[in-house]
Structures are given as C-alpha cells and as structure tokens.
C-alpha cells in the first residue's frame, strides 16, 4: 500500500517511545558535532589483525540528523539530547548582549498545577527565576500565538492548500507526516509557523532590528510543554545564516527542576510598560480562550468564519470518540464548515486512512500529537503515579481553562506589526515554513 507501514500502537497512554537503537550508521564526528553518544560493542569474533576499537571513542548523532531520519517519530524524555538542556543554558545565557526567554501558558498552567498556586503566581515565580540569572527578557508565547492564529484564518480563507487543513504547531505530528505520509499529509500542513518559530523571528529579527543588535548576539530560550521542540527550533528552515532563531528549548519538567533550588524573595514584579515584553512580569498569561488545551485554533476558525455569515447560524459538537471533537458550523440549515480537534496517534492514523479511501470531509483539523492536547505534552510536570498524574494533568487543565485572551496585548499586535513592516520590508517571509518528504527507506521502529 502506497504511504508507508502499518504502525502497531499497544500503550494505553498513547505516547510513543522511540527506540533506544539508532538506525542511523555509526560514524566518527568532528569537533563541532555533539550530542547523543552511542558507544559500539565489538564482535567477539573479530580477527586479531584488526585494529581494535577503543570504547571510549563515540560516535554522534545530532539534532539535525535526527530530523533527516526516518528511524524514530519522536522524541522522549528517554533520548539525550546534549545541546539544548538546562546546564547548557546556565552556561550561555550570560555570554549574550540580549537574552530571551519565551514561556508557553501550558508549561506555566503545569508548573502552577504541580505547585497548587494560580497562573499569576507562577508566572510571576517564573519571571523572578530567570530575572535573578540576568535574563534580560521573560515574555508570553501566546503573543506569537496571536499572529498564528491570524495567519492561520487567511491561509484558510485563500484555499491554496487542499482540504483538510492541519495546524502546524505540533512538530511531533509534523515529523510523523514527513517520515512516514509525506505525500499524502505535506500537502495539507499549514504554512504558518508555530507560536515558538513566529516568536523565535520577533526576537531574532522584529527585536534584533528595533534594539539595534546583531541577531549572534541575542540568546532566546523557549519553554515548552513538548520535548519535539527541540527538534522544531533545530530544523534549518528555522535559522537564518546560520543563526537559529530558538538556541535552545527548555521542557516544563527542566525548569520546575530548576525552580526546586530556588527561593523567591519580595515582590519581583517589574515595573516597566505593559507590552508584550513585560505581561508576564506582571503575572499575566495569555489564554486562548476558546475551551482548548492546545491554542484555540479549530475554535478560532469556527468563530472567525461564523462572523462572515450572514443566515441563521446553528453549531453542533460532538465527541463520539475520545480526544476527537467534530465542530459542525450551519448556515441556514446547509453545513458551512466542519473543524475538528484531533489529538493522539490513535485518532491521527484513523484519520489518515480517512484520507487514504477518500473519506475525509473535514476542512480543517487542530492536530496534537499528545491525548489530550499540549497541557499533556510529554515535557511537562509528570506524577509518579498513574493517579498523581491524573489528577496534576486535571489540574493543569483547570489553570489553563481559567486564561482569557488580553485585549490590550492583542491591540499591542498591531502595533508590533506596523513597525516590523517598517524595519523590514521582508517580514512576511519569517512567518511562513515549508515542509520535507524524507525518504524512508528504514524500517520505524515505535
């Protein structure tokens, strides 16, 4: 069958492990390559006039050679991934001119859940953590969040892409379709980057123009609910000569780590403007409002098309399957529009081969890797047992429920906006991504 194999999924929890062998081949690396170490074990039976093998030497597999495999889909807290740590991190962030570091609301809501106190206070605590280490900026993905849905809701309405639309912000979903569906599902993703890599160009570019300073010489740090982060800020279609415009991606659980040794002390609010650059200094987190755990984007565009209606508007939900939510919108009594929150493996290979027999009728599809959506995302705070993490996951979603969306910040968009045009006449270009068929010429191993 065209497409790829069949994938064998028996994890109740739905999160997928990648396998502890690599298949790339083994080779020697330069000084500049780092990361996963892989030591081979010699054959027993090897002729001694062979050169024997030192076990200290290492073999290394980077980020980006990981993005042009089609061994694993994604990553886990199980696979090492050296350059993008929290000691990596407190090494650099004091070496640069300006640092950034760009929190998601899910990994604020997870880390407020672990610690029983509200968003405010755990953004607050956040922003005094990073403040004390000399960061020179703490702000809100949900700003960039804005931007993408936006984007997201023209590129729906010019309907250059083929039905269904996917949303791009999952980079776990995003690996699995180039690696494994690539022609098939490419087509479909969305162009508009994800909050972290819109946000990773307002700081690399929109700041580093406004400021004055060199993109080399500005830090940017993303704290994310989702190990595959990682993996997104290292694609080269993200960097720009060179430069990434995410150095490094902290998960939630790393930097609740982090919080463990630290002690706040006073009120460390700052008492600079209220922009995008210093909401979360004052405890203010950005929601999406629209009852997701994932952005908002399948409510976003259910809202954003039922405005440009003009007959007798009815909407029908249903959730017939677990993490799947069909939102049916009717003018007059004729389906308008048909979105859908789909989240985990198991409903996105049910819905590929929908796709497959032609069967799919959707028009655009909110895709999460994760049961659950991102508030579930395998980089946040985990319970040691089934139950604990039951109950933090039920918690993390009541904080993240109670965000809303801040009309002063989304007003403050506009603004950013206008003078980004007027820095650079280029600044469309930074909002957009393509996608890569990646020839699979390896058995997955899940």
Known sequence: ???????????????????????????????????????????????SSKKPRSLDNKVTVSLNDCL?????????????????SSEVFLSSVGKYTLS???????????????RRIDSCEAASLLFSFFDSLGVTYVIDAGFARYLTLSLSFEEFLESALPKPIFTSSCPGFVCYAE????????????????????????????????LDISPEKIYHVSVMPC??????????????????QVDCVLSTAEVNAMLDG?????????????????????????????????????????????????????????KTVKNLEIIEVFEDDCLRLTAVKCYGFRNIQN???????????????????????????????????????DELLRRTEDVYGELRPVEELERELYRVVDEWKSLNMDWRESLFTSYHIIDTDSDLRW
Request: charged share 25%; glycine share 10%.
């Open 1 to 47: 069958m065209e497409g790829g194999g069949i994938i064998h999924i028996s994890n109740i929890s739905d999160f997928i492990v990648p396998s502890q062998e690599c298949i790339l081949s083994l080779r020697k690396s330069g000084p500049s390559e780092s990361n996963v170490a892989i030591h081979k074990k010699p054959e027993r039976d090897e002729k």
């Open 68 to 84: 042009a495999c089609s061994g694993c889909i994604t990553s886990a807290e199980t696979v090492l991934i050296q350059e993008q």
């Open 227 to 244: 190990y595959d982060k990682k993996l997104e800020a290292s694609r080269s279609d993200f960097s720009k000569s060179g430069i990434r």
């Open 351 to 389: 819905l590929v081969q929908k796709m497959r027999r032609g069967k799919c009728a959707f028009d655009y599809v909110e895709i999460m890797a994760c049961p659950s959506g991102c508030v579930n995302g395998g980089g946040q705070v985990r319970g040691e047992t089934r139950q604990v993490r």
């Open 262 to 318: 630290y002690e706040k002390h006073g009120n460390s609010k700052a008492n600079g403007p209220f922009d995008w650059l210093h909401s979360l200094s004052r405890g203010l987190v950005i929601g999406s409002g629209h009852g997701s755990t994932s952005g908002g984007y399948a409510e976003y565009i259910v809202g954003r098309f039922q405005e440009r209606l003009s007959g007798k508007i009815s909407v029908s939900r249903s």
């Open 179 to 210: 690696k494994t569906q690539g022609k098939l599902l490419t087509p479909h993703i969305s162009r508009v980057r994800s909050p972290q890599a819109i946000m990773g160009s307002l700081v690399k570019d929109y700041l580093s123009r406004s």
């Open 100 to 114: 950034v570091v760009t929190i998601a609301p899910q990994s604020i809501a997870s880390i407020a859940a672990k």
